[in-house]
């Protein structure tokens, strides 16, 4: 017998459409059945190809709605985020949310709420969804002991650098155009400063040593000071193992030393 998901969606902009979109023409052989019931969105004046009925502006309308058994965070808004993420939870309601800045900042509370309710907080998409390193975690490295984890988290200041270094493009230029490509944001702070890599740091902290880290207690350099001289410096930089050509990389680390996690 199939599971039938009831689902209130909170956000529909490209990821709420696609997830519509998924939902209503691939239910078959997934071996449970979905059904939006209801999506939140803010701007009442935006016209959206879906019947209206499908909207509300009132997320309580989600919220105590007994019948709905998901809800699916997909805004931007941090601090709304978490009253939904929290509510719905208190509420019974199984949540699944990609907002790695309200995660990194309300993780251990809202675990601890998951625990009381008996209910499930899924982040999957919130960080690195596309390796996909939280499922590798809880599926292969449960039971190991882990070292360190480490990786470029931040594609957006990836492009950059790479652009910078293989192109000698200027700064100004690969990050303008990050931007038109829509890989940086027109506030582009959160990854060039990196933020983003920081939240995702937290969250993996949690996952892999199940230990909560505060954001604001994370040594976080980002790539915004960065100037030519300084690729180029590691471009033409030889160390004392004769190992040359280095390049600049935004790399997130965290590491077991001892039995300390740092």
């Known amino acids: 017998m199939k599971k039938t998901l009831k689902i209130g969606l909170f956000g529909f902009g490209c990821v709420g459409k696609g997830l519509y979109d998924i939902l209503q023409n691939n239910t078959e052989n997934t071996g449970f059945e979905a059904q939006i019931l209801k999506i939140c969105v803010k701007d009442k004046s935006k016209k959206r190809k879906i019947d209206s009925s499908f909207f509300t502006f ?3 309308e ?10 699916i965070e997909l805004i931007s808004d941090a601090d709304e985020a978490y009253q939904i993420v929290k509510k719905a939870l208190l509420s019974g309601k199984n949540v699944v949310t990609a907002n790695k800045k309200m995660l990194a900042l309300h993780l251990e509370e809202l675990v601890k709420i998951q625990k009381e309710t008996g209910t499930s907080l899924l982040y999957e998409a919130a960080t690195c969804g596309s390796i996909p390193i939280v499922r590798t975690l809880a599926e292969y490295y449960d039971n190991e002991l882990l070292y360190s984890v480490s990786g470029i988290f931040n ?26 490509l829509g890989f940086a944001e027109a506030d582009p702070a959160l990854d060039v400063a990196g933020f983003d890599a920081n939240y995702k740091l937290c969250l993996l902290a949690a996952q892999a040593y199940g230990i909560f880290v505060n954001p604001d207690e994370v040594l976080r350099i980002g790539i915004n000071n960065l100037k030519k001289e300084d690729i180029d410096f590691a471009a033409t930089y030889t160390n004392t193992k004769g190992q040359k050509d280095f390049k600049v990389k935004l790399v997130a680390n965290i590491s077991r030393i001892g039995k300390t996690v740092g």
């Open 58 to 60: 009132d997320k309580n």
């Open 62 to 71: 989600i919220l105590d709605n007994s019948e709905i058994n998901l809800v």
């Open 155 to 180: 594609g957006s200041s990836n492009y950059i650098l790479s652009k910078i270094a293989n192109e000698n493009l200027t700064y100004n230029v690969a990050l303008k155009q990050a931007q038109e």
